[in-house]
């Protein structure tokens, strides 16, 4: 999925805490500020019209209700730093950083329009980023169903951030498709009606923008 226009960037400032297995580490330096392996990259937009990206920002609600469409996950790889990642465009890949960064949209004062995150607690974080590898190469799931066949943005993370017993970090919620009408948006409605499948309104799932308010497991902070 693209990334977008003019809001500000957020960092999430949050130490590493002492208890953790990711190794010591270069960082990607951007505006002043370090980004780590492990980290999550969200992209914001403002409503443009149409499409995919408003489909999903408009039966969304993002951290200060920010229009979140999209999530990669800062990796380093190959000896430098990328962003492992589902798109529509590419399935599950790995992008080098920059690139992430100069397709970025940004705001009048130069700033990439992406959230930063952390965790909070980066026990385990290095097995959720080797986790979240293994899916690379699988399509991008287009009709937001629940396996591991296909997989969209935040179900990458969501499937691969796990604790050291194995449970989830994040937990997946009833997927809802409605608008603030409370009905089926349009664009939900022709897309699983062109496929000949019900729209799964209420299935379990996850969505960019519910990641980015997880308090309990994120810190996204103004600088």
């Known amino acids: ?3 977008f226009p003019t809001l500000p960037l957020w960092f999430c400032l949050m130490g590493l805490v002492a208890s953790c297995d990711v190794p010591p580490q270069s ?4 505006n002043g500020l370090e980004i780590y392996h492990g980290d999550l990259l969200f992209s914001i937009e403002e409503p443009s019209g149409d499409g995919l990206s408003d489909a999903i920002a408009n039966v969304t609600e993002g951290i200060d209700g920010k229009q979140v469409v999209h999530v990669g996950i800062v990796c380093e790889q190959y000896g430098r730093m990328m962003v492992l990642e589902a798109t529509p465009s590419h399935g599950v890949w790995l992008t080098p950083i920059d690139n992430f960064f100069e397709e970025a949209e940004y705001d009048e004062d130069g700033n ?3 959230l930063v995150g952390r965790l909070c607690d980066t026990l385990g974080l290095g097995a959720s980023v080797e986790r979240a590898k293994q899916y690379i190469g699988l399509p991008y799931d287009t009709l937001y169903i629940p396996d591991e066949r296909q997989i969209y943005c935040s179900e990458l993370v969501q499937l691969s951030y796990r604790r050291p017993d194995g449970t989830p970090i994040f937990k997946t919620r009833p997927m809802s498709f409605t608008d ?4 089926i948006a349009p664009y939900w409605k022709k897309l699983y009606a062109e496929r000949g499948i019900r729209v799964p309104e209420g299935a379990p799932g996850t969505n960019p923008g519910d990641l980015s308010r997880d308090s309990l497991v994120l810190r996204i902070l103004k600088p």
Request: charged share 15%.
């Open 180 to 183: 603030n009408s409370g009905n």
């Open 112 to 114: 990439p329009c992406v």
């Open 27 to 30: 960082a990607y330096v951007i």
């Open 1 to 3: 999925m693209k990334r």
